[in-house]
C-alpha cells in the first residue's frame, strides 16, 4: 500500500508539474498544482488508514478547488495592476 501511495504522489507530481509552463491562466496553473498537491498530499494520509485512492480524490478536490481560488486572485491582481 506504500508503494501505490509514493506511486500516487510522482505521477501527480509529474503531471500538476507538466501544466505549469503550458499556457494556463493563472486560476487553471493554480486548480492543477492544488489539485496535484492535495492528491499527492491525500493519497499520504489516507494511506495510513489503507484509504489511499479516496484520500488522492478528496484531496484533489480540496487542492483544485484551493489552487484555483488563490490563481483567480492572483490573475485578478495582475489585470488591476497596468498603469498607463
Known sequence: MKKLAKL???ATAAGSLSLVGTSCTPTQ???AMGAGLGAG????IGSRNGNAGR???I???VG????A???DASDDRG???HRY
Not at 41 to 44: D, E, F, T
Not at 64 to 67: N, V
Open 8 to 10: 500516487i504522489v510522482i
Open 29 to 31: 496553473q493554480g486548480a
Open 41 to 44: 498530499a491525500g493519497a499520504l
Open 55 to 57: 484520500g488522492a480524490l
Open 59 to 61: 484531496g484533489a478536490g
Open 64 to 67: 483544485g478547488l484551493g489552487g
Open 69 to 71: 481560488l488563490v490563481g
Open 79 to 81: 489585470r488591476h495592476d
